[in-house]
């Protein structure tokens, strides 16, 4: 009789302690904590890397900065050195991410020495094989860039990578524009140096695995298939919004990217119809490594949603080789060599034109600028097929602003 009073016993503490552990389970903090340490300890994934430092993978450790201890500082232009790796051994894979209070700009450029004036990097033991440009629309979101900043400079230098960040800063108050924004960075970033492959990439996604490497496909690719907003997984399957990276001959085939698409919604999906347009089509990274986490906000003043996106989607067949990088009009108002990028502050312009007539008294532009003149007409013809995709488009979107 004893002994069966001492098994219940026994069961009820059991099925105590694992209530307890499913409570503290459920507490998203801890939970959080319990999955940083499990990344920790997991056996890395290395598929499809074959000779890679594995001492390197298990050091890690989900800490960004993990493996650039010991960098010095480059040599001097005349020394001779080596190419690097084709994969890096800096490479770590899953990363840590998150979003501490009371981080500043000055602690990011300190934990980051051999960044120079610009924004940026070259190997300081190797001769890089990729040469990446990083190109990021921007207004009003600093808070958003230190945090970009922070992980995204490792990020590259455990990638090995040439690179240089340029933020292209929209001035004034009109509605937010970020493909002509990103036609802009191409044109600018060129000017300064011969890369071989831009990125394009919002301030508000921080990638999660350095294996998503920053360099280019002999197609477009789209690179942050898997975001926290959308539960790891692609919303649809001709999206390609978030970060995304095209050759200079890419860029060409597809005539940039479109100007006219003022506020949020649809100027991503206009690019990924440009792709194929083009006679190219999207290629991704696995899902994996293709993770991204955004930081979350509310919609930014000045960025509302596009009411016209849907039926500017349904003519991207008669517009895309009228409207793009042979249209896009700015006027570069300041470039700054910030310690941690380079900062090219720009006038678009407005829906109205880069220098729009006077608004006439009482008549104002939903974004805040002046009235519009009349409309250009695009291109003639019958639209040959974006209809449908716009319908299903339209749906996907609705989706898509819900997370916001």
Known sequence: MIGIQSKWRYLFMFLGIQLVVMALLSREGYQKRVSYFIRIFRKPDVTGLSGRNHTALGIAGGDVYANLSHLSRRHGHGDVMPYCPKTSPLIGGPIHVSFPSGLTLAEVQRKNPLVVRGGRYRPPDCEARHRTAIIIPHRHREHHLKFLLYYLHPFLQRQQLNYGIYVIHQAGNYTFNRAKLMNVGFREAMKEEDWDCLFFHDVDLIPEDDRNTYVCDSNPKHAAIDMDKFGYKLPYKMYFGGVSALTPLHYLKMNGFPNNYWGWGG???????????GG?????????VGRYRMIKHKLDKGNDVNPKRF?????TRQTWKSDGMNTAEYETISRQYMPLYTNITVNIGTEAGLHPPPA??????PGGGPAK????????GPAKGPAKTSARLKEAHTEKKSTQ
């Not at 100027?267 to 347009?277: A, K, M, P, Q």
């Not at 039926?311 to 003519?315: E, F, Q």
């Not at 003149?373 to 003639?380: E, H, I, Q, S, Y």
């Open 280 to 288: 190219m089509y999207i290629t991704r990274p696995s899902v994996k």
């Open 360 to 365: 006439k008294a009482g008549v104002k532009e």
């Open 373 to 380: 003149g009349p409309a250009k007409g695009p291109a003639k």
């Open 311 to 315: 039926n500017m989607l349904a003519k």
């Open 267 to 277: 100027e991503d999906d206009d690019i990924g119809v440009r792709v194929t347009l």
